[in-house]
T-cell receptor
Framework: KAGVTQTPRYLIKTRGQQVTLSCSPISGHRSVSWYQQTPGQGLQFLFEYFSETQRNKGNFPGRFSGRQFSNSRSEMNVSTLELGDSALYLC??????????????FGSGTQLSVL | GESVGLHLPTLSVQEGDNSIINCAYSNSASDYFIWYKQESGKGPQFIIDIRSNMDKRQGQRVTVLLNKTVKHLSLQIAATQPGDSAVYFCAEISGGGADGLTFGKGTHLIIQP
């Protein structure tokens, strides 16, 4: 089974721009979660989607949004980028039988740099 | 707020020795704990998990111990190998997972030849 796939691997943007990151979960997984990883704050939960619906949300501003498609693929969008948004954005999927955010299988992430 | 933390940012061990990585948590309502391994340039990789109704769980060369009395979690790696070099994170879930996983800061395990 292929793992979680995230594209692109690297992104460089400037302040004020917006960005869209893409994630394809493991085949058969309908739950997709997003996390932000920075050296200072570590790994922090952004949101979780299941069957095209946002099921849970972390404590991030409204500039961070996401969506999930009928094939379980997910995208997250960050608008009006700030320098502090520079981070590794990780997507993870989990089996349906697991509770939200249990048994997470992570992708390699998208490294976003905001200049 | 409540969070999961680790005692040491870096741990250096000799190849072949056993490694013990510790984690303290403060949320007594947490009922599920996980250890992840993150190698450079990769996402976290699931190692082992344990529920709060258990004290110990074993996997292949790894053992997780949970002490609810002192809110302490540990990961033991037997016969440490060069491939075990990575950053190890403990994480917890409470409240059914609605708040996502709460991760600790991580311990960088360095293997000395």
């Amino acid at each position: 089974k292929a793992g979680v796939t995230q594209t692109p691997r690297y992104l460089i943007k400037t302040r004020g721009q917006q960005v869209t990151l893409s994630c394809s979960p493991i085949s058969g997984h309908r739950s997709v979660s997003w996390y932000q990883q920075t050296p200072g704050q570590g790994l922090q939960f952004l949101f979780e989607y299941f069957s095209e619906t946002q099921r849970n949300k972390g404590n991030f501003p409204g500039r961070f949004s996401g969506r999930q498609f009928s094939n379980s693929r997910s995208e997250m969008n960050v608008s009006t980028l700030e320098l502090g948004d520079s981070a590794l954005y990780l997507c993870a999927s989990s089996p349906d039988r697991a509770r939200p955010n249990e048994k997470l299988f992570f992708g390699s992430g998208t490294q976003l740099s905001v200049l | 707020g409540e969070s999961v933390g680790l005692h040491l940012p870096t741990l250096s061990v000799q190849e072949g020795d056993n490694s013990i990585i510790n984690c303290a948590y403060s949320n007594s309502a947490s009922d599920y704990f996980i250890w992840y391994k993150q190698e450079s340039g990769k996402g976290p990789q699931f190692i082992i998990d344990i529920r709060s109704n258990m004290d110990k769980r074993q996997g292949q060369r790894v053992t997780v111990l949970l002490n609810k009395t002192v809110k302490h979690l540990s990961l033991q790696i037997a016969a440490t190998q060069p491939g075990d070099s990575a950053v190890y994170f403990c994480a917890e879930i409470s409240g059914g997972g609605a708040d996502g996983l709460t991760f600790g800061k991580g311990t960088h395990l360095i293997i000395q030849p």
